[in-house]
């Protein structure tokens, strides 16, 4: 039987609208973006090109504070209004954690709060540094020969750059996957093969989600001036924000219980919208894995399992690199006295999205073996 038959019939009618609109919404974050703003925003533009100088000597939250406050009303296209959103939330970040962790910023000025609260509202996003913002939308070709680099970046040099891009190149790779996943011409064979193969390769390049120094997870909740006077809780960026992860979950019908489960699904909030559409959608249809189990075919059982375990593998190297670049680090600097302005203290237990971190990351990993392969 043809899969797209049976991925078409399950996703209804609505299914060609919500790829085609996934896969628009790839197109803008994968081509070139401007790296400017229009003039009138050059004051958001000149912080946030500065941010590593101004963070490290302390001198962001000064100059934020002698910013004007801007309309939006001259943001016109969506690659205009992300550019505005990574901007205006890495200023944000750096004004808030500037102080390190033990002295977080409880207001966001006005300057910073009214524009990047209305331009979340335009783009359906929270008015917060997102997985989308700082791996998506945060890349430029260096030069002619397509080498990349960040638009923006934070203390950290090659560290920093390392991370955010290496997630993007992750990201990249495991969106065609997706569009594997789910074209209506491909068989069920094809399918799980190729998102096998591209969830091996996945493994190879590597996940660091987790390498900012700082905790971004706002934990006493953050005044936004000039929109609300009650502190806003919101979640800082993290891997479980990935849209093509999640995807490969609902594809293989693999479903996180407990907190797991709820802590995936809350971080669809933080996701684009035509991508969190895209999750629910393929989550609403019926199972791949009870149809592979109907066809009794041993040769598509083992391609289905050896794309679980794919899945399981990457996960398995998510925990290898978050417990030798986070955790060991973290545990080192509490026991010689060295964390840097409290920044390693809380990351051994807490991930960037506020999730505890390697039970969280290891419960994932046995979820997926545990309800992903089909038994003999």
């Known amino acids: ?223 936004y001036e000039g929109v609300s006077n009650e502190p806003v809780l919101l979640s800082g960026g993290s891997a479980a924000q990935s849209t093509a992860i999640q995807c490969f979950d609902a594809l293989l019908g693999i479903q996180h219980d407990n907190e797991s489960g709820a802590f995936l699904t809350r971080m669809r909030d933080y996701m684009p919208p035509a991508h969190r559409q895209l999750i629910e959608t393929l989550s609403d249809c019926p199972s791949l894995r009870d149809f592979i189990l109907s066809c009794a075919n041993p040769d598509l059982k083992q391609a289905f399992n050896d794309c679980v375990l794919a899945l399981e593998d990457l996960r398995t190297y998510h925990v290898s690199a978050v417990t030798k670049y986070i955790v060991v680090p973290a545990n080192r600097a509490q026991e010689t006295g060295h964390s840097d302005r409290g920044a390693g203290d809380k990351l051994d237990a807490t991930g960037t999205g506020g999730s505890s971190l390697l039970v969280f990351l290891k419960s994932v990993r046995d979820t997926t073996l545990r309800e992903g392969v089909i038994g003999s």
């Open 1 to 223: 039987m043809v899969a797209g038959c049976f991925i078409f019939d399950s996703l209804c009618s609505g299914k060609k609208n919500v790829l085609t609109t996934y896969e628009e919404n790839m197109d803008l974050y994968n081509a070139v973006k401007p790296t400017n703003l229009p003039d009138h925003y050059r004051a958001w533009m000149e912080l946030a090109n500065d941010l590593p100088n101004l963070i490290e000597s302390r001198k962001l939250r000064d100059l934020v504070h002698k910013m004007p406050v801007l309309s939006t009303h001259l943001l016109n296209s969506p690659q205009e209004l992300r550019l505005a959103h990574l901007a205006l939330g890495f200023i944000t970040m750096g004004y808030v954690w500037q102080e390190g962790q033990h002295a977080p910023a409880k207001i966001l000025p006005r300057a910073l709060a009214v524009p990047y609260w209305v331009v979340s509202r335009r783009l359906g996003l929270p008015a917060v540094l997102t997985y989308a913002d700082s791996v998506l939308s945060n890349w430029k070709l260096r030069d002619p020969s397509k080498n990349m680099d960040l638009v923006i970046s934070l203390p950290g040099g090659g560290s920093c750059r390392g991370f955010f891009l290496v997630s993007l190149l992750v990201e990249m790779a495991a969106s065609s996957g997706i569009k594997v996943g789910i074209d209506p011409a491909s068989l069920v064979m094809l399918i799980v093969t190729a998102c096998a193969a591209i969830l091996r390769k996945l493994t190879v390049c590597g996940l660091y989600y987790f390498r900012w120094r700082d905790n971004p997870m706002l934990p006493e909740g953050l005044v």
